[in-house]
Nanobody, 129 residues
């Protein structure tokens, strides 16, 4: 059974930075796509960023382009989300997710929740204004 453990959340002032990590255990093969989603209070969960297995193909929601950077370390089965220039509206619970290993995924599907079959428990990010 694959488990995803997120870390790195916390309280930060607007304009500050945080780095989220998500380590996957229980799998020998790396996931095709690893992604981050977030859910703010009273809102639906939304896509933030995703990265393909090679680390070359990355997809970001327009809300975070230029501020957030996703990366992955396949040797550690870990995906990262570097968040800079944080805004109050970035406040949310952040979830990492992974797609099944060795299953091809079209780049255009990176933001779609249905391609991900494992989800973490979430880590809270709070940005004070």
């Amino acid at each position: 059974q694959v488990q995803l453990i997120e870390s790195g959340g916390g309280l930060v002032q607007a304009g500050g930075s945080l780095r989220l990590s998500c380590a996957a255990s229980g799998t020998r093969s790396g996931s095709t796509v690893m992604g981050w989603f977030r859910q703010a209070p009273g809102k639906e969960r939304e896509f933030v960023a995703a990265v393909g297995r090679s680390g070359v193909f990355k997809y970001y929601t327009d809300h975070v382009k230029g501020r957030f950077t996703i990366s992955r370390d396949n040797a550690k089965n870990t995906v990262y989300l570097q968040m800079n220039s944080l805004k109050f509206e970035d406040t949310a619970v952040y979830y990492c997710a992974t797609s099944p290993p060795q299953r091809p995924v079209n780049y255009s599907d990176f933001p779609r929740e249905y391609i991900y079959n494992y989800w973490g428990q979430g880590t809270q990010v709070t940005v004070s204004s």
